[in-house]
């Protein structure tokens, strides 16, 4: 009996490409998302000094050091109610990355913030500077429905969560918040003076 050889390779020397193709995209994909153990509304309460509902009024990407090896954005966040603790009507959050001419930084997993945007941030203080508690676990995005109802929402976007307990990844539909702005409000405060 003769043994027919496989043109160019076989089969496997054929889909070496697809293979190569797919462990680069998932590398990719894992590469540009931020993992995070997931926290809940009331850890995220209690950690936080600062939680404030408002809006962003200003951007301003800057050098985060003399040497110029990274760049932070600082967000100027006016506050219309301060849920916990307290401060000026303006407070300046920094988020790491930004970009300054040709330079950027891209930090996976940090909110996307823009000017007038309206939002509740839970706030730590790192090194001085007011910070969203874990990059973007602290961020609700409140969302202004056409008849005039406001809801608030986390935005999990390049964000894996884990459950911290067991380790397993939880999928987005099942840690998103999405809830009416007056209810997430009440269920800070409630934290707030639970404490």
């Not at 054929?14 to 590469?31: D, E, N, Q, Y």
């Not at 110029?68 to 100027?76: F, K, L, N, P, Y």
Request: charged residues 25%; contains cysteine; hydrophobic residues 40%.
């Amino acid at each position: 009996m003769q043994q027919i050889k496989p043109k160019n390779g076989g089969p496997m020397k054929r889909l070496r490409p697809l293979w190569i193709f797919s462990f680069l995209l998932l590398f990719t994909i894992l590469a540009f998302a931020l993992t995070l153990a997931k926290a809940s509304l009331e850890e995220l309460t209690r950690e936080s000094v600062i939680i404030a509902h408002g809006r962003v009024v200003g951007l301003e990407a800057r050098w985060e050091n003399p040497s110029h090896t990274a760049i932070e954005t600082a967000v100027r966040f006016q506050v219309d109610e301060y849920l916990k603790g307290s401060g000026p009507a303006e407070l300046e959050v920094v988020q790491m990355g930004g970009r300054i001419g040709d330079f950027g930084d891209v930090v996976p997993g940090t909110p996307h913030l823009v000017k007038g945007q309206e939002l509740v941030l839970f706030l730590q203080s790192n090194r001085g500077k007011l910070e969203i508690h874990s990059i973007a676990l602290g961020c609700f995005r409140v969302i202004t429905k056409e008849d005039g109802s406001k809801y608030v929402m986390n935005d999990l976007r390049n964000i894996n969560l884990v459950d911290p307990e067991t380790g397993r990844e939880i999928q987005p539909e099942d840690a998103l918040t999405y809830l009416p702005l007056h209810t997430f409000l009440s269920q800070v405060r409630a934290l707030v003076e639970k404490k």
